[in-house]
């Protein structure tokens, strides 16, 4: 691929595989582990960023090991990443919720962005709106309208790449979030929700192979787009 794609700006992506070690996330009906899935699909991202953009990937885990939510942000802050992108399977306690979305770190008013936060965050309801009042500083520092914008792409092209492959591909939009695992990024970030983990058939998709690397593929698809739109209002 050319390196010439307009991506010029962004020359390092970390990459965030949700969960690990002790913290196994959500847990399928069929006992596939979050973990392992974001893990999976982190790799399947940073080559096909390395291959199709040219840029440099770092992971904030390539194994199954712990970490805590502040230290993968704090992680893209030191090493000056251009984007930080989180990847996680959704879950919840309906086992017929589908589908894919993907979110920015903002004060939410909403509460089942609140709710999908709560649960990432592995705290309760209380503690989202305790934090609240925290994110007024750090949003002073996060990049809200590029998030925004790169969530949109994101989210734009995996339901874009995922829907001639499959059937009852949901689109559930770009939604908002006190997540912590967003708090404290000083450059564009966004968690993608690649698909329902509580959900048997999308289970089973989150575990193949074939189904990460469609997602993977698109989520570059997504930054490129992202890329070349920031350029082209940079060049206005
Ligand atoms: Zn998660």
Same mark, same amino acid.
Not at 32 to 61: C, D, H, I, P, Q
Not at 99 to 104: A, I, S
Not at 136 to 164: C, H, T, W, Y
Not at 204 to 226: D, E, F, H, P
């Given at each position: 691929?050319?390196?010439?794609?307009?991506?010029?700006?962004?020359?390092?992506?970390?990459?965030?595989?949700?969960?690990?070690?002790?913290?196994?996330?959500?847990?399928?009906?069929?006992?596939?582990?979050?973990?392992?899935?974001?893990?999976?699909?982190?790799?399947?991202?940073?080559?096909?960023?390395?291959?199709?953009?040219?840029?440099?990937?770092?992971?904030?885990?390539?194994?199954?090991?712990? %970490?805590?939510?502040?230290?993968?942000? +704090?992680?893209?802050? =030191?090493?000056? &990443?251009?984007?930080?992108? @989180?990847?996680? !399977?959704?879950?919840?306690?309906?086992?017929?919720?589908?589908?894919?979305?993907?979110?920015?770190?903002?004060?939410?008013?909403?509460?089942?962005?609140?709710?999908?936060?709560?649960?990432?965050?592995?705290?309760?309801?209380?503690?989202?709106?305790?934090?609240?009042?925290?994110?007024?500083? %750090?949003?002073?520092?996060?990049?809200? +309208?590029?998030?925004? =914008?790169?969530? &949109?792409?994101?989210?734009? @092209?995996?339901? !874009?790449?995922?829907?001639?492959?499959?059937?009852?591909?949901?689109?559930?939009?770009?939604?908002?979030?006190?997540?912590?695992?967003?708090?404290?990024?000083?450059?564009?970030?966004?968690?993608?929700?690649?698909?329902?983990?509580?959900?048997?058939?999308?289970?089973?998709?989150?575990?193949?192979?074939?189904?990460?690397?469609?997602?993977?593929?698109?989520?570059?698809?997504?930054?490129?787009?992202?890329?070349?739109?920031?350029?082209?209002?940079?060049?206005?």
């Amino acid at each position: 691929m050319p390196q010439n794609n307009g991506s010029e700006g962004i020359r390092l992506i970390v990459v965030d595989a949700g969960h690990g070690g002790k913290d196994p996330g959500a847990v399928g009906p069929n006992r596939v582990y979050e973990k392992n899935v974001t893990l999976a699909l982190a790799k399947e991202l940073a080559k096909a960023l390395r291959e199709k953009m040219g840029v440099k990937v770092l992971l904030t885990r390539s194994t199954d090991r712990f %970490l805590e939510l502040r230290e993968r942000t +704090n992680y893209a802050n =030191r090493v000056g &990443a251009d984007l930080f992108i @989180s990847l996680h !399977a959704n879950a919840s306690p309906r086992g017929k919720a589908y589908g894919v979305e993907t979110y920015f770190l903002n004060l939410s008013k909403n509460n089942q962005a609140a709710q999908v936060a709560a649960r990432e965050n592995g705290t309760d309801l209380k503690e989202v709106g305790n934090l609240e009042a925290i994110l007024f500083d %750090l949003m002073a520092n996060a990049k809200i +309208n590029e998030s925004s =914008r790169l969530a &949109a792409e994101v989210q734009q @092209s995996i339901v !874009a790449g995922l829907r001639p492959h499959y059937s009852k591909i949901k689109d559930l939009g770009v939604k908002q979030g006190p997540f912590h695992v967003l708090l404290g990024a000083t450059m564009p970030s966004v968690l993608v929700e690649a698909a329902f983990i509580s959900n048997a058939r999308e289970e089973k998709r989150l575990k193949s192979s074939a189904y990460q690397k469609r997602v993977a593929n698109a989520i570059v698809k997504g930054i490129m787009n992202y890329a070349e739109s920031v350029n082209q209002v940079a060049r206005r």
